[in-house]
């Protein structure tokens, strides 16, 4: 027993939330995973693309704490050595400064040294912005909105993402279903075939017949061959899309793909459901709002820049100046020429806003398009499921009618097999209409921009 760390925190996590009558199942790598939990938590996790963006939202997020910090003052320390070629000298003249009684002030000529060839400073400042404070709000808008934007894509990964593991699920439990089924045709069809060899040796059936039957035969191999490739090329895509080896085995639980069927919303409800929250719409109403504050952003650099300041300095070899000194004061500065370019950087703005406005209308038109599309689709794979199970019933019916010919002498194996194969045929055409209407569902989900159950 391991007494001190953690040797695996999935595990050591799944055990601590256990409860009471809760049970536990050890295998291998080939157990059955819902697709509703393990594979969507892996995804999530795991993939790249899902990874990414939850990345630049960080990176947006530390952007946006990066202009904060232009809010508070700046303290600044600055050091400068220098050296002078040459210093010019202050020469007083005898008498320069007057006469006292007879005697000249001063009495001969004084040369006066202004500080020394190499001179050094050093000094601490503190700078407060104020007028610059109002662009610094409209950045920290702009970095404010960005991250939102970003937010917004992320959430449209990682519903995508979902999506993208539902449908590759579902197909690879049809593509299961489907080959049963292929199966049990290619294993009628040759039962098929010996009893056409036999029937055509005594003369109750033609040759054409016995190649009919080898041809069915060929090509329910072919279909399964088919759906093998099919069904490798999707494990290997699901593999890839939760972020596993390409080469790790899985066996899906069709059980646990199969959730109860709810109601969905009506369908202006889901309308607004989905432009109020769809992630695309979040994304582009943040651009609207960046854009809006890059306008005023523009705009406030028509403002002078104003900054108060204080610094104490120490010197050595600096003329007329003290050892240590403070100095205090209010800083101005203003462009008066500058060609033009901050207008023509508030109508750029201004354009940038009228673009982010119409791709806005465009995303909610798009959305609204989608939600009633997906609506359609469901209510049409709704009816391809009562189909379905119409169909299931007659070929149970058939096969249960066939097995009593079977009995009685009525039929032939082939045939008694062939009826069994036809019912998987159908069965699987029940799945693929119940998981077509799952799917029709999910995708309902990712248009109002919710993640898919």
């Not at 790249?48 to 947006?60: C, F, I, T």
């Not at 809010?71 to 202050?90: A, E, G, M």
Request: glycine share 6%; aromatic share 4%; net charge neutral.
């Amino acid at each position: 027993m391991k007494r001190a760390g953690i040797l695996n925190g999935a595990l050591s996590g799944a055990l601590a939330r256990l409860g009471h009558t809760d049970q536990v199942l050890i295998c291998d790598s080939g157990m059955p995973i819902p697709a509703d939990a393990e594979a969507v938590d892996l995804a999530l996790a795991r993939n790249h693309g899902v990874r990414l963006a939850q990345l630049s939202v960080d990176e947006k997020d530390r952007a946006k704490d990066a202009a904060r910090g232009s809010y508070f003052p700046q303290v600044r320390n600055d050091t400068i050595l220098v050296h002078l070629t040459d210093t010019q000298l202050v020469a007083i003249p005898a008498g320069g400064l007057g006469v006292v009684g007879a005697t000249p002030v001063p009495t001969q000529t004084l040369i006066l040294n202004q500080g020394g060839a190499s001179a050094a400073t050093n000094g601490t400042g503190i700078v407060q912005p104020l007028t610059q404070l109002f662009r610094v709000k409209a950045a920290n808008e702009v970095a404010r909105a960005e991250a939102e934007a970003t937010r917004g894509r992320a959430r449209d990964v990682e519903n995508d993402v979902v999506l993208r593991v539902h449908q590759i699920y579902y197909q690879i439990l049809i593509a299961d279903v489907r080959r049963r089924a292929v199966l049990a045709k290619i294993q009628a069809s040759q039962d098929m075939q010996r009893e056409r060899i036999q029937q055509v040796q005594y003369g109750s059936a033609l040759d054409a017949d016995l190649i009919e039957t080898r041809a069915r035969a060929l090509q329910a191999q072919q279909e399964l061959l088919t759906t093998d490739l099919q069904r490798s090329d999707l494990q290997t895509q699901l593999d890839d899309v939760i972020g596993l080896p390409l080469t790790t085995p899985l066996l899906l639980d069709p059980a646990a793909a199969l959730p109860p069927a709810t109601g969905s919303c009506q369908r202006e409800t889901c309308i607004r459901a989905a432009l109020e929250s769809h992630p695309e719409i979040a994304e582009a109403r943040a651009q609207v709002d960046k854009a809006a504050s890059a306008v005023r952003l523009a705009q406030y650099e028509f403002i002078p820049d104003v900054e108060v300041f204080a610094r104490y300095s120490f010197q050595r070899n600096v003329p007329f100046l003290a050892d240590r000194f403070g100095t205090m004061g209010v800083r101005a500065s203003y462009d008066l020429f500058d060609g033009g370019r901050k207008r023509a950087v508030v109508r750029e703005r201004e354009t940038q806003l009228a673009q982010a406005k119409e791709n806005l209308a465009r995303i909610s038109d798009g959305v609204a398009l989608r939600v009633q599309t997906t609506y359609n689709k469901m209510e049409r794979t709704r009816q391809m499921v009562t189909v379905s199970q119409e169909l299931l019933a007659l070929r149970s019916e058939s096969r249960r009618v066939v097995a009593e010919l079977l009995g009685n002498g009525g039929a032939l194996g082939s045939q008694a097999k062939e009826s069994a194969a036809l019912e998987l045929d159908a069965q699987a055409a029940l799945l693929q209409s119940q998981l077509d209407y799952l799917q029709a569902a999910d995708e309902m989900d990712v248009a109002i921009g919710s993640r898919p159950r």
